[in-house]
Nanobody, 129 residues
Framework: QVHLVESGGGLVQAGGSLELSCAAS????????MGWFRQVAGKEREFLAT????????YHVDSVKDRFTISRDSAKNTVYLRMNSLKPEDTAVYYC??????????????????????WGQGTQVTVYS
């Protein structure tokens, strides 16, 4: 069992920045990848970014790749999401998730929520204009 705890959300003015953190505990040594998603009430969970734990390779969805950056600190078992130039439409609950094992051969980034095994409780980000 892996336990994920997000932090860093809050209220920010448009154009501002936030950095979300997600600390993993439990059997985090089995992590293959971690990802960030967000969800607005009534909508599907949206993929934002993912990072391969062993080598730090990253992939960001096109809609945020110029503003958001995923990173990790392996020693702390923590993944981060740096968000710059925030917009009101970025308002959502942000979730981190972990995938235990590699399930695709070759270079592959996991972008579907169903591909992840454990989820955090979410942290609210509200951007006001």
């Amino acid at each position: 069992q892996v336990h994920l705890v997000e932090s860093g959300g809050g209220l920010v003015q448009a154009g501002g920045s936030l950095e979300l953190s997600c600390a993993a505990s439990g059997r985090s040594s089995t992590t293959y990848a971690m990802g960030w998603f967000r969800q607005v009430a009534g909508k599907e969970r949206e993929f934002l970014a993912t990072i391969i734990w062993i080598d730090g390779a990253t992939y960001h969805v096109d809609s945020v790749k110029d503003r958001f950056t995923i990173s990790r600190d392996s020693a702390k078992n923590t993944v981060y999401l740096r968000m710059n130039s925030l917009k009101p439409e970025d308002t959502a609950v942000y979730y981190c998730a972990t995938k235990r094992e590699r399930t695709h051969a070759g270079v592959h980034y996991y972008t579907y929520a169903s591909e992840y095994d454990y989820w955090g409780q979410g942290t609210q980000v509200t951007v006001y204009s």
